[in-house]
């Protein structure tokens, strides 16, 4: 899928729901990275998707930049930090200039109490349940999964699966 975004999206499709214990996660390339902005813009996995598209709507993604960072962000329905924001990692690749290719893999796992954020098969960030589904924040682990771009964004997804762990 060649996605080229204007504003910041997530796209879902209701079919796709993930409960329990799973792993989601698909590989991202930027052909050109930066083609579109003029410094970098993150890309990723949604997880938890909650009342979509409505006021009360609840997720949580974790997204790469091209620079060599990440984050993990939510919204319920309010926004929400789970860490600093273009927080490092050596993890994440970093392309080697701006209209370089630059590719990531992105996975988020429920693994019982906890929910971890993998980068190119290292983990970058890992919560405890209990601090995510919580007040302000999520209403479930369970829920919709799908796909977030930040805006002005050129890349291209493959391999977008759903396993149960």
Known sequence: MHVTTGPAVTYWNPAN??????????????????NLNSHPHPHGIMIAGNDLGTAKQSFLYCSAYGSGNFIVRGFGPEPFQMNGRREPNAAIA????????????IALSVKGDKLECAINGTVVGSYDKSTVVTAGKLTSIDGVYGLRFAHNTDVIVTGLTMRKN
Request: charged share 25%.
């Open 17 to 34: 729901q993930a409960s329990g214990k799973y792993t989601v996660k698909a590989t991202f390339k930027e052909p050109k990275f930066m």
């Open 94 to 105: 970093k392309a080697a200039a701006p209209g370089e290719p630059v590719t990531q893999e």
